[in-house]
């Protein structure tokens, strides 16, 4: 599967946010290297702190179906933004541990407008389990 069709993927998981607070809708898809995609979008609550982001879902839904970082190999998000939508800082340090570190991700929007990055370009120095030890 291609960037694009992932995109579209992220882009339909968007239609089921539950944003009535921010009326940010937000949908991501990650691909499995057996082609399986997962879905998630951000669903919101009224106290504010129990709300999760579209990424993170998209990640545990592929995490409770049995794949693991090693089965993953790209992670496409969308929203109604400018340019592309770049995950929370949250989002970042769960894909920094749950995702392949050197995998794709495709930060776009409802314009077909993606840009591709990775989690180590976009957090850089990671706090990890490395750190504990």
């Keep these: 599967m291609d960037k694009f ?20 809708a937000v949908g991501a898809a ?12 951000n669903i ?8 999760m982001c ?4 998209a990640l545990y839904n592929a995490y409770m179906h049995g794949f693991k970082k090693e089965d993953l190999v790209a992670l496409a998000l969308s929203a109604d933004t400018d340019g592309p939508c770049s995950p929370c ?3 970042r340090q769960v894909i920094s541990e749950l995702f392949p570190k050197d995998a794709p991700i495709y ?14 370009e976009l957090l850089p120095f990671a706090f990890s389990g490395e750190d504990l030890e």
Excluded: W
């Design 5 to 24: 069709a992932l995109h579209e993927k992220a882009k339909e998981a968007r239609k089921l946010s539950y944003s009535p607070y921010s009326h940010f």
């Design 30 to 41: 990650v691909l499995t290297k057996s082609g399986e995609v997962f879905l998630g979008a």
């Design 44 to 51: 919101e609550n009224s106290a504010y702190p129990l709300c």
């Design 54 to 57: 579209a990424e993170r879902n």
């Design 89 to 91: 800082g949250a989002c």
């Design 107 to 120: 930060m776009g929007n409802l314009k077909d407008n993606i840009q591709e990055t990775t989690i180590s």
